[in-house]
């Protein structure tokens, strides 16, 4: 069973169409990059997924298990007092507990070693480089040992090498864990390296494929610096 599946599927946002007859099938381990101008639907795509927006029409069926998302990148100042270790277990602010159990220290630990953080787990996070802080919210979503990992544009802030950086270690976690990942991005330079597949939002429709197949008019209507998400 496919992981994401959408059958005529529709999506709006209030009065406003953002696309209608969109069919396609993501699987476990494929790494979909999401692509489009703003405004076209990727950020409501995303919450429909998520269960948060259900202003569409047609079927989408979401056979995730657990779901882990990385926002793109906040600023930080150097005083934030969080060590390393501590930002990477939020995830696990229960409410009603404040303690951690071994198997999320556990977690917490491998999501730290896979990110390449493990050394850094007690450095305060705000005196850690910006690819540092960025690695600690990829890190604090895999420890919840997800099966569906979503970057919402999270190499948006980052230079070329720490975006690539990021990527990779992302990308080989999902060949590991077979995880899927959805990754949105107006980043075309290094799609290929990672992705397999495309989502490209355009002219109220989506057009999915395998990477290799990605039309070139895609590419260049991809722009850097999203203003505003819908």
């Known amino acids: 069973m496919p992981v994401i599946q959408a059958k005529n599927l529709g999506l709006h ?3 406003q169409k953002l696309f209608e007859h969109a069919n396609f099938e993501i699987n476990a381990g494929d790494f979909y990059a999401i692509l489009g101008e703003n405004g076209t639907g990727k950020t409501s795509l995303i919450r429909a997924i998520l269960g948060q927006n259900h202003q569409y029409s047609g079927g989408l069926q979401v056979a995730s298990e657990k779901v882990g998302y990385v926002p793109q990148f906040r600023s930080i ?5 969080l060590s390393v270790r501590e930002f990477a277990a939020l ?6 507990r404040w303690w951690l159990k071994g198997s999320e220290k556990a977690a917490i630990q491998q999501a730290l070693e896979e990110l390449d953080l493990a050394d850094l787990a007690n450095h305060r996070l705000g005196l850690s480089s910006g690819g540092q802080k960025q690695r600690a ?4 979503a895999l420890a919840q040992q997800p099966d569906l990992l979503i970057l919402d544009e999270s ?3 980052l230079d070329f090498q720490h975006s690539d950086e990021m990527l ?3 990308k080989e976690l999902s060949l590991a864990r077979k995880m899927t990942v959805l990754w949105i991005t107006h980043d075309t330079s290094h799609l290929k390296d990672y992705a397999n597949h495309y989502l490209w939002l355009h002219n109220q429709k989506v057009e999915a494929g395998l990477i290799d197949a990605l ?5 260049s209507h991809a722009i850097e610096g999203e203003v505003h998400h819908v």
């Open 91 to 96: 995830g696990f602010n229960h409410g009603w």
């Open 168 to 170: 990779r270690r992302v």
């Open 155 to 157: 190499t948006a802030s």
């Open 215 to 219: 039309p070139a008019q895609a590419a």
């Open 13 to 15: 946002y209030g009065e």
């Open 137 to 140: 919210f990829v890190a604090q």
């Open 77 to 81: 100042s150097r005083d934030y007092p």
